[in-house]
Nanobody
């Protein structure tokens, strides 16, 4: 599975961005897809996951502000990010868990600054 992340950019605090993760194949049978982020000098952090049954999970720091969703028709997973804060600034990576293997997309930079 090849994953292509996009949608990052520069946004002011309080603004919004939507990240996309396009897969090279159907995601209809991929049990879990998610987004991680890594800020400079910090470990990579799991931000959100989307489970094939529709369940979602979020790290506490983004609950109520971020929404992960899956569009199986487009083989794409999205991360809608609202009310962005400077501490959300990081490189964001998408990931797929499939048949015991992990697949990563390249990162997309999110910069939150006035």
């Amino acid at each position: 599975v090849q994953l292509q992340a996009s949608g990052g950019g520069l946004v002011q605090p309080g603004g919004s961005l939507r990240l996309s993760c396009a897969a090279s194949r159907s995601i209809g049978n991929i049990n879990v897809m998610g987004w991680y982020r890594q800020a400079p000098g910090k470990q990579r952090e799991l931000v959100a996951t989307n489970i094939i049954n529709g369940g979602t999970n979020y790290v506490d720091s983004v609950k109520g502000r971020f929404t992960i969703s899956r569009d199986s028709a487009k083989n794409t997973v999205y991360l809608q990010m609202n009310s962005l804060k400077p501490e959300d600034m990081a490189v964001y990576y998408c990931k797929a868990w499939l048949l015991g293997r992990n697949y990563w997309g390249q990162g997309t930079q999110v910069t939150v600054s006035s």
